[in-house]
């Protein structure tokens, strides 16, 4: 079931479009998004929480587009996990996490730190005296409170020590609520994410379930990402492309980094199916064999 | 190139790195991993001076100078020159109102380096070989810091150590905060450096995928102390100490 669809959305900030003309559905089993900084992967986030509306195209929720959902609903359902900085301060913990409980069910807050396993005397402290794990269990906590359906979670341990970052990850995929995670780390969308769509410069150039986007790529720019990661023990991580090179104002806007960049990508390509998966390249057969 | 024994850093009473040996040779790289709090990036100061406060003991030797009992004068000559440091936000070092050209120039221009005839070249010269050594486009030399990407400022950063005539780089997470595929280039161009001028790295990293492709040997540190350490291949993959198990499990 989709509880999510972007639909041909074009979203920017003044007149200024970063994403462009992307259909995308949030559905089960995880949805990873994936890219570079600067690939519109955060504001399309943003867009999917109701917290920016779309130049053109609409974000659907069920049978009803955001403009004329029921907002309070929505917010009840689809909860944001930004990086652990997001907590005020000056606050208890417990107040932190009960802000968004009615008062009635304030008793919960306990129960919710011990969901994201944390001890629930916790409640009593203030940010600065969590390390960074505990701190992004909090946010966690914080957003489960109000009982989501779904968490749109934007690089949530990419701060995090790496057997921080661990935990936090088994934590993620022990909860039932789906989840969109937004992340420019391969290994993490591999964990958490059935489905997975990869970014460039606001555009989607590779859709497909994550698995069969990682063993054998069908754009140019997937494999350049998942070429770049290091494997332990593994050769050094190999840099394919210029990444100076800046997104080609027309046709393909990876052409200018692509080590297959030919004549024809000067024609813009359109995501294509490649037998369970979509990827945007004139020469992706090329790239899958 | 870098010398270190029973090296002790302390603020007050408490122990923050304690290295009891550590080694980097011509071409070689050499690793220290651990997580937030480990002593890897006070080590790291430490080895150029730039602890401040802190009480340091022990044996250090850097490019042939003992760094613990050199003049402030002695010091100025390797550090920034023959040993150099590469930070993880380069740009956050750059002045903004200053284009890279002019700001390297007048990095050598500190060092004395270029004045002598013969010796290298003219500043332009060697300006445009150490661009060129990063696989920059020397047209990078025009621009402002602000106008320029992260992998370009970390290449940057390392274009002006070896324009400085650096022997030996010590890195603190140079990539860390860059993407992958840039993280990538960065690596390649110090690899290339290491292969072809014979320039020693000193890698402070927490991640032991990457270090495990580029460094020969690696020390593993926990609250300061090192609780492992070996060539990078037999520590990554027979790892002795419960700590440095811990850390390879925790690779997603």
């Given amino acids: ?289 | 190139m870098i010398e270190v024994r029973d090296l002790k850093v302390r603020y007050g009473a408490r122990v923050v790195a304690d290295v009891p040996e550590l080694d980097v040779g011509e071409g070689e790289c050499v690793a220290i991993v651990g997580e937030s709090g480990s002593g890897k990036s006070t080590t790291l100061l430490s080895l150029l001076g730039l602890t401040q406060d802190a009480e340091i003991s022990g044996h250090v030797r850097v490019c042939g100078v003992d760094v613990l009992t050199a003049s402030p004068r002695r010091l100025r000559e390797i550090r920034g020159a023959r040993a150099a440091l590469v930070m993880q936000s380069p740009q956050a070092a750059l002045s903004p109102a200053t284009r890279l050209g002019v700001l390297m120039r007048r990095a050598l221009k500190l060092h004395g380096v270029g004045t002598a005839p013969s010796a290298g070249g003219t500043p332009d010269e060697i300006m445009d070989r150490a661009v060129e050594a990063v696989m920059l486009d020397r047209e990078i030399l025009r621009r402002y810091p602000h106008e320029i990407s992260g992998g370009q400022a970390q290449r940057f950063a390392i274009a002006l150590a070896i324009a400085l005539g650096a022997e030996v780089i010590l890195a603190d997470e140079p990539t860390s905060a860059l993407d992958v595929t840039v993280q990538a280039e960065v690596v390649a161009v110090l690899r290339g450096l290491r292969e072809e001028r014979g320039l020693a790295l000193l890698l402070v990293s927490h991640d032991l995928a990457l270090v495990s492709t580029i460094a020969d040997r690696v020390l593993v540190m926990k609250d300061g102390a090192v609780v492992e350490s070996g060539p990078a291949a037999r520590v990554l993959a027979e790892p002795s100490h419960p700590y440095t198990r811990e850390l390879l499990e925790a690779l997603p």
């Fill in chain 1, 1 to 289: 079931m989709t509880m999510l669809r972007a639909e041909r959305v074009t979203l920017g900030y003044g007149r200024r479009a970063v994403v462009h003309d992307v259909t995308l559905d949030i559905t089960e089993g995880g949805v990873g998004l994936i890219g570079e900084s600067g690939s519109g992967k955060t504001t399309l986030a943003r867009a999917f929480l109701g917290l920016l509306t779309p130049m053109s195209g609409n974000i659907w929720y069920g049978d009803q587009t955001l403009k004329k959902a029921d907002l309070r609903k929505f917010r009840k359902d689809v909860q944001p996990v930004f990086q652990a900085e997001a907590l005020d301060p000056r606050m208890r913990i417990g107040t932190s996490i009960a802000e968004g409980l009615p008062r009635s069910a304030r008793s919960r807050v306990g129960e919710l730190l011990e969901q994201v396993g944390l001890d629930p005397d916790l409640a009593a402290r203030r940010p600065h005296q969590l390390s960074g794990g505990q701190r992004q269990r909090v946010v966690i906590a914080r957003a489960l409170a109000v009982g989501p359906r779904l968490l749109i979670l934007d690089e949530p341990t990419s701060a995090l020590d790496v057997t921080v970052q661990a935990r936090i990850l088994d934590l993620l995929a022990s909860l039932d609520t789906e989840r969109l995670l937004i992340t420019h780390n391969l290994a993490v969308v591999e964990r958490l994410c059935r489905t997975s769509h990869v970014l460039f410069a606001g555009r989607v150039v590779e859709s497909g379930p994550t698995a069969d986007l990682l063993a054998a790529p069908a754009h140019p720019y997937t494999k350049a990402l998942r070429d770049a990661v290091p494997r332990l023990g593994g050769a050094p991580p190999e840099a394919r492309g210029r990444t100076e090179a800046v997104p080609a104002p027309s046709g393909c806007p990876y052409r200018l980094r692509c080590p297959l960049a030919a004549p024809e990508c000067e024609r813009p390509p359109a995501l294509r199916d490649l037998g369970g998966r979509q990827a945007a390249c004139h020469r992706a057969e090329e790239v899958l064999t």
